[in-house]
DNA sequence: TTTTGTCAAGTCCAA
DNA sequence: TTGGACTTGACAAAA
């Protein structure tokens, strides 16, 4: 079990995803900015390593306007040293990452250049992993994407989407449940037609179930991942920010919730995001409470 | 130096 | 019809 918090560390005074305005672009700046938050994010892995947070999820913006046709600056060749060593740094630390490219990416839009401009940002994202040398245990974690007023031709739409995909993205891409629109059992049909894992959100499935309890529900979902292809489980992990609208993330993690969950998971072994506003602070929390309670390794790795 | 309006991209829903 | 929310603030013009 790896534990782990998404994109920004608000202990580190730095950010990987320092970008600029597209009306100002230039080679230059798209340089000196992806330069700025490779180093940044490999401090941030560093700090993580120390504390035993094994798990992260890159921002979408370490390239900017990385899969937009503005930016023609090769910085796959001119990086790869850097991408290279952060991959290395992940494998030497048996860390895992994921991205999750933002609401933009909607593979199932009956918009052709709405489908095309997604595809092009996963093999943005994807490419990053390859430059790293990660292989497909490493996730690109995305939502089966809109409606349209019409749920089986939205469903459908996705797997032929999926289908012709490029390998690099399609070996890497996983489904979430989301709070609103596609529940786990949507996801699964998905899954059923085309073999994508899930990544289950516990806090979306409290949202939007189909009265599956969660311990059915994460093992529904575990079993969509291929142990050697896809490594273990990944979820999400979070719950309700008291008094704001429903699915509104809580901002610190309420401990009493948190072990409350944990023994839903029965003897699955999952790696958990914990998408909490404080960030590291709650994933650190986390880390000290699975130690209290023997599921994570009570001593820290051996400084290297 | 600090404040504040705006930023590549899509979709849904509440107001 | 518009603004807020979404996995995540930060850039840059104006004061």
């Not at 860390?95 to 595809?119: K, T, Y």
């Not at 993690?253 to 709650?282: N, T, W």
Request: proline share 4%.
């Amino acid at each position: 079990m790896k534990i782990g918090y998404p994109c920004v560390n608000e202990s580190l005074d730095c950010t990987t995803t320092s970008t600029f305005r597209l009306a100002s672009y230039s080679d230059e700046r798209v340089e000196l900015a992806v330069g700025n938050n490779l180093r940044c994010l490999l401090r941030i892995l560093a700090w993580n390593v120390e504390r035993q947070l094994l798990f992260f999820r890159i921002g979408s913006g370490v390239v900017p306007f990385g899969s937009h046709p503005i930016n023609t600056f090769p910085w796959q060749t001119r990086f790869a040293a850097e991408f290279r060593q952060v991959g290395d740094f992940v494998k030497a630390h048996d860390m895992r990452i994921s991205f999750h490219p933002d609401q933009f990416v909607v593979l199932n839009s009956p918009d052709a250049g709405i489908v095309e401009r997604s595809v092009q940002e996963l093999v943005y994202q994807g490419s990053m992993l390859d430059l790293m040398g990660l292989d497909s245990t490493h996730k690109l974690q995305i939502h089966v994407g809109g409606l349209y007023g019409d749920r089986d031709l939205a469903i459908s739409r996705f797997i032929a989407t999926y289908r012709q995909l490029p390998e690099a993205v399609r070996a890497r891409l996983v489904i979430e449940n989301d709070d609103r629109l596609f529940s786990l059992q949507d996801c699964l049909r998905v899954h059923q037609a085309v073999g994508i894992p899930i990544l289950f959100d516990n806090f979306h499935h409290e949202c939007l179930n189909h009265g599956e309890p969660m311990a059915e529900a994460l093992r529904l979902a575990a079993a969509t991942w291929h142990p050697a292809r896809d490594g273990v489980m990944m979820m999400d992990y979070s719950s309700q920010a008291h008094g704001e609208r429903k699915g509104k993330h809580t901002a610190s993690m309420e401990e009493d919730l948190f072990r409350a969950f944990l023994p839903e998971l029965g003897d699955l072994d999952v790696d958990i995001m914990l998408e909490i506003k404080d960030k590291e602070a709650s994933a650190g929390r986390a880390c000290g409470i699975l130690r209290d309670v023997g599921r994570l390794a009570v001593s820290l790795p051996a400084a290297q």
